[in-house]
C-alpha cells in the first residue's frame, strides 16, 4: 500500500491502520494533541455515527459516545444482544433459516441515518482460519454506502492502535531506534491478537525494533508476521518473536502485555486451557521492568491484575494504561472529526 498521499485522498473505511497514509497519521495524531490541549475545537454539529456492538466493551463504546457528544454530534448504539437480530454476512445464500436480515440491506438502510457506521464485529471463536478472515465486518464495508470503522474484529484494533501511537509519541518522543516487547501474559480469558497486531505493525512503522514474548503455541497469525517482518525490513527496524518474557524485556523502552490466545488451539477451550495452565509464570513485574531502559508498561485494558501484571507496577509511575485510556478520546474525536468532515 502506498503512504505517500496526502489528507485530499478521502478515507473511505478504517479496517486497518494502513487505511491511513503516513500523512494521514500524522494529521490524526497532530489533531488528537491539539484538541487534547483545548486548542482546537471541530463542529460536527448535525453529525450522527452509528455504534454496533456484537460483543460487550466498556472503553470504546464510552469513548466514542463521549467523543461525538464533545464535537456536538451524537451516536446511536445498537447492541446485537438485545437491539436487533443476527444479520447474514455470506452472498447468495438462500434466508431459509433464523437469521432474517442480511447485512446488505442492514448497511443500505443504516447508510440512510448516519455519517458513518462503527463496528465490533461476533468472533465464531471455532476456527481461526474462518475468524481472521475478518468477514463480518468485510461485508459492512461492501455494502455500506458510509465509513466503515473497526472498533475490534479478530484481526485488527485501528482505534486501539492510533491511541496506543500518541501515547508512545508523548512518552518516548522520536520512536524511531526505541524498542518494544510485546509480552503474552496469562489470563483465564485471553484475547484475540488484534490489539497485539495492530500494535506490531505501528510501531515498525514508526522505525522501532519490536521483540515480541510468548510461550510455544502462541505465535501470532503467520500473514500478519509476514507482512510485520516486510515492515521491518523496509524500515530497518528489528523483529524477534518467541522469545522469554526477560530475554525480550532486556533494553525495552516500553513493555505491551496483553494475553492472546494460542491461534492452533483456537475454538478449543479444553486444549486452550490446558495450554495456558502450562505456559508457566507469565506475569509483568519489576524484575521485568528493571530488565529494560527506563522501561513503560502499556496495556489496552481490560486488565487482570497480579495475574498479567503486578499490582506495583500496574500503579506505579511507569505505567501508561490510564495515558492509553485517556488518548482514545483524543485520536478518536480527531479521526472522527476528519472523517466525517472529508
Ligand atoms: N481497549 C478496548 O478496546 O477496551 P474495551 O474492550 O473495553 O472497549
Known sequence: MDHAGTTAQALRHFHRLDDLNDRQIEDVLDLASRLKRGVSR????????GLLFFRPSLRTRTSLEVAMHQLGGHTVNL???????????RDNR???GVVPEHIKDAAAALSCYVGSIAIRPALLGKSWAVDRKDEQICSWMQHSRVPVINMESALWHPLQALADL????ESLGELKGKKLTIAWTQSPTPSSPAVVHSILMA?????MDVDIAHPMGYELDGDVMAQAETMAEKNNST?????GLEEAASGSHVIYARSWWGLENYGQPSLSAHQNSRAGNWCVDDRIMDAGEDTR??????????????DRVLDGPRSLIINQAANRLHTQK?????????
Open 42 to 49: 471541530p463542529d460536527l454539529a448535525g453529525q450522527t455515527v
Open 79 to 89: 447492541n446485537a444482544a438485545s437491539d436487533f437480530w443476527e444479520l447474514e454476512a
Open 94 to 96: 438462500l434466508m431459509d
Open 166 to 169: 500518541l501515547t508512545l509519541r
Open 203 to 207: 510501531a515498525l512503522r514508526s522505525g
Open 239 to 243: 523483529l524477534e518473536s518467541g522469545l
Open 297 to 310: 508498561l502499556m496495556h489496552s485494558m481490560p486488565i487482570r491484575r497480579n495475574l498479567e501484571v503486578t
Open 334 to 342: 480527531s479521526l472522527l472529526s476528519l472523517l466525517l468532515r472529508q
